[in-house]
C-alpha cells in the first residue's frame, strides 16, 4: 500500500468514525501556552488498535501523527514535535507555536471496528509584564481621585486586585473597577489615607497560569486631624520663670507644622512646644489670656487650631518688710500704725497675725481699707507681742514679721513672804511687778531706804529689829511710773499657831458631849445614891 493510498483510507476511516459510537477524547477545549508542551489525552485506557491516527484541522486537514506496528509517522507540520503514547494514544506535542491552536482528531482503528473524537486545542500566550501605574504620583486623602491601571501580556485575561492578601471589591461607588482585555482600571474617589498603604497587588490570570504585579503603594498624604494640647487645663496661675510649656501634637502626613496664637495674635513662635520663657519674653501673660496652636499640612494646605488653654502669668512677691513706729511707745499714749509693702510682685491677699493668731480689728485697732496697714491707737498693755504679715498671690506666699513694744506699769506690784516669824529663822520677801521694761526694786523698812534693790529681801537669821512695815517700791524708767507694796513682818519669840476650824469644832463638841455626860452623872447619881456629896465638874475652854 502506497502512501497515498494509505492516507486516503485513513480519511476514509475518520469519516466513518465520526458518524458511529461515542467520542473517545474529553470535551474540550484545552488550553495550553505558546513555548511549552501539551498532551491530549483520551478516554482510552489500553488501546487495542491497528493505527492510531491524529489530525489537525486549521480550515486545512494536516496529519499530525501515526501510529502503526510499523511504528510512529509524523507528519511535516509537527515533524520533530509530536508522539503518540502507544498505550493510551494520548498525543503529546512540544514547542507550541500559536499556529498549533485548533482541532484535533483521533481515529483508531482495530479489527473490532473504529473510535474517533475531536477537540480544540487553545493556545495561548503567556502572562507576562504585570505592571501597576497610577495616575497621580501622590494623592490627597478626601481630595483625590487616584486611578491605578494594571496592564499585562496574555491572553484571554482576568484580573483581581489585592491589598495585601485581602481582595480589593468594587463597590460600585467609591471603589470602581473597570476591565479591558489587557488591563483594568481600579478607580479610588476621595482616596483614603489607608486605601493604598498596601502593597497593592494586581493579578492578571487566564485558565492556565496567573501573573501578580510588583507590590505597589502610593503616599496618601492627609491630616491635620484633631488637634491636642497639653496641659488642657493649666493651673489658672503661673508662677513667672517656672518649667512650664504648652505642647501641641496632631496627626498629620506629612507632619505638620505649628504656629502659636495668644488672643488670636500671631505670636513669634513656631514648633510643637510654647515654653513659659517664650511667652513672657513676648510681655505678655499678665492677664489671663488664651492661647492656641495651628498645625498646617504642607501637602494637604490643611490648618487646623487647637483648643485655647488659659492661664495668668503671676511675679512672686519679693521685698517684703513691715514697717512700724520707730519712738517709744506708751501704753495708753502712743499709737502705732504698721504698715508692709512688698517692693515686686502682685499682691492679690493681705493677713494680719499676732503671736500667730489672726489679728482681729476693734475699736481701736483699725486696718486700712486694702489691709495693708494697721493703725492701733491707744496702745495697750496686751498689744506686746510678735506681729507678723503675710502677702500672697496664687503662686506665691510670703510673709514679714514686726516685735512690738509697748512700756506699761508698773503694775499689780504684791510682795510675798511670811507675815510673821520666828526669832532667829530665816525670811524670804519676794516683790513681783508687771512693767515693761521690767521695773528697778527699792526696798524701806518702816519708810527708811534699806539699800536693797533686788527682788528679794532676805533675811538670814530674824532679828527682833527686823519687825516692821516692809515696803517695795518698783519704778519703770521709761514710763517714769512707781507703784509700791507695802508688807508688815512680825517677829516673835514663841510663833501661836492659831488653830483650824476644824479644830475649834472638834473642841466644841467634845466639850458639849463632857457636858452631857455630866449633867446625866449627876441626874443618876441623885436618884441612885441620894444625899451624898455634890461634885463639881469643871469643863475649861482655851479661849
Ligand atoms: C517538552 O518536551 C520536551 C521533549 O519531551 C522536553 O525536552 C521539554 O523539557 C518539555 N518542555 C516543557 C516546558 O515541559
Ligand atoms: C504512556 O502512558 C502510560 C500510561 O499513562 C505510561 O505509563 C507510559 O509511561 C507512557 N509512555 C510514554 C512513552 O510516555
Ligand atoms: C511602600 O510602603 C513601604 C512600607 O510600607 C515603603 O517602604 C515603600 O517605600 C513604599 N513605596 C512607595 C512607592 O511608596
Ligand atoms: C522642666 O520640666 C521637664 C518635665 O517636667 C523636665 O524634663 C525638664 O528637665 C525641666 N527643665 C528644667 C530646666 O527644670
Ligand atoms: C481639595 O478640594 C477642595 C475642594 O474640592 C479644593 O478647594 C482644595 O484646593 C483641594 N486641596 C488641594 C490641596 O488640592
Ligand atoms: C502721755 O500723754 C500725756 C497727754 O496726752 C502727756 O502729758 C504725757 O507726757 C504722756 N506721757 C508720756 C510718758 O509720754
Ligand atoms: C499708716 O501709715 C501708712 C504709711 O505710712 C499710711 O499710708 C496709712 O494711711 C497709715 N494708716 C493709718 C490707719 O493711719
Ligand atoms: C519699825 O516700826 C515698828 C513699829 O512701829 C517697830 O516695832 C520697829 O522696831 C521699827 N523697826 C525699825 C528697824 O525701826
Not at 480519511?11 to 477545549?29: E, H, T, Y
Not at 473504529?114 to 495616575?135: C, F, K
Not at 505678655?284 to 494637604?300: H, L, P, V
Not at 532676805?458 to 512695815?469: D, F, H, L, R, V
Request: glycine residues 8%; charged residues 15%; contains cysteine.
Amino acid at each position: 500500500m502506497d502512501l497515498f493510498a494509505f492516507t486516503l483510507l485513513l480519511f476514509l476511516l475518520a469519516f466513518i468514525g465520526c458518524c458511529a459510537g461515542q467520542s473517545v477524547l474529553p470535551s474540550g477545549p484545552v488550553d495550553a501556552i505558546v513555548g511549552r508542551n501539551v498532551t491530549l489525552t483520551t478516554l482510552v485506557d489500553k488501546a487495542n488498535y491497528d493505527y492510531i491516527t491524529w489530525n489537525f484541522n486549521n480550515g486545512a486537514q494536516f496529519n499530525v501523527a501515526t501510529l502503526s506496528r510499523s511504528g510512529l509517522k509524523v507528519g511535516t507540520r509537527f515533524q520533530g514535535r509530536a508522539s503518540i503514547n502507544a498505550t493510551n494514544g494520548y498525543l503529546t506535542l512540544t514547542s507550541l507555536t500559536a499556529a498549533d491552536g485548533g482541532d484535533y482528531s483521533i481515529s483508531i482503528l482495530s479489527p473490532e471496528g473504529t473510535q474517533t473524537g475531536d477537540l480544540l486545542l487553545r493556545v495561548l500566550e503567556a502572562v507576562s509584564n504585570v505592571a501597576i501605574t497610577s495616575s497621580l504620583p501622590e494623592a490627597i486623602e478626601l481630595n483625590s481621585t487616584v486611578v491605578l491601571n494594571c496592564s499585562a501580556k496574555g491572553s484571554f485575561l482576568k484580573f483581581t486586585w489585592t491589598n495585601g492578601t485581602a481582595p480589593i471589591v468594587a463597590d460600585g461607588t467609591r471603589l470602581t473597577v473597570k476591565e479591558g482585555d489587557l488591563s483594568s482600571a481600579l478607580t479610588i474617589a476621595g482616596v483614603l489615607r489607608t486605601d493604598l498603604l498596601g502593597p497593592i497587588y494586581c493579578t492578571a490570570s487566564n485558565s492556565l497560569e496567573k501573573a501578580t504585579s510588583a507590590p505597589f503603594n502610593l503616599t496618601v498624604y492627609y491630616g491635620p486631624d484633631q488637634v491636642t494640647i497639653t496641659p488642657v487645663n493649666p493651673p489658672e496661675y503661673l508662677k513667672s520663670g517656672s518649667n512650664f510649656s504648652l505642647s501641641c501634637s496632631v496627626l498629620s502626613n506629612p507632619p505638620a507644622t505649628f504656629t502659636w496664637y495668644h488672643n488670636e495674635q500671631l505670636m513669634e513662635a513656631s514648633g510643637p512646644v510654647l515654653t513659659l520663657d517664650v511667652i513672657e519674653k513676648h510681655g505678655i501673660g499678665s492677664n489671663k489670656e488664651g492661647y492656641t496652636c495651628r498645625a498646617k499640612n504642607a501637602k494637604t494646605q490643611r490648618t487646623v487650631s487647637s483648643p485655647a488653654v488659659s492661664f495668668a502669668v503671676l511675679q512672686a512677691i519679693s521685698g517684703i518688710t513691715i514697717t512700724g513706729p520707730t519712738a517709744t511707745l506708751i501704753a495708753g499714749n502712743s499709737t502705732a500704725n504698721l504698715s508692709c509693702q512688698a517692693t515686686s510682685g502682685t499682691v492679690m491677699s493681705r493677713k494680719w497675725k499676732k503671736n500667730g493668731s489672726p489679728l482681729s480689728p476693734g475699736t481701736r485697732i483699725v486696718f486700712a481699707a486694702d489691709m495693708s496697714s494697721v493703725m492701733i491707737n491707744p496702745l495697750q498693755k496686751e498689744d506686746n507681742g510678735n506681729y507678723s504679715c503675710e502677702l500672697e498671690n496664687p503662686v506665691h506666699k510670703v510673709d514679714a514679721a514686726y516685735m512690738m513694744v509697748v512700756n506699761y506699769g508698773p503694775e499689780q506690784v504684791s510682795v510675798k513672804g511670811d507675815k510673821a516669824v520666828k526669832v532667829d529663822n530665816p525670811v524670804k520677801l519676794t516683790c513681783d511687778a508687771e512693767s515693761v521694761p521690767a521695773g528697778s526694786f527699792t526696798w524701806r523698812l518702816n519708810d527708811t531706804l534699806t539699800g536693797v534693790t533686788t527682788k528679794t529681801y532676805a533675811i538670814e537669821k530674824a532679828g527682833y529689829q527686823n519687825t516692821g512695815m516692809y515696803t517695795c517700791e518698783v519704778f519703770n524708767t521709761v514710763t517714769g511710773k512707781t507703784s509700791k507694796f507695802t508688807h508688815v513682818l512680825t517677829v516673835k519669840a514663841e510663833i501661836t499657831e492659831g488653830l483650824s476650824d476644824g479644830a475649834i469644832a472638834g473642841i466644841v463638841i467634845g466639850v458639849l458631849i463632857a457636858v452631857g455626860i455630866a449633867i446625866g452623872l449627876i441626874f443618876y447619881c441623885r436618884q441612885k445614891v441620894p444625899s451624898r456629896s455634890t461634885g463639881t465638874l469643871q469643863v475649861e475652854s482655851p479661849y
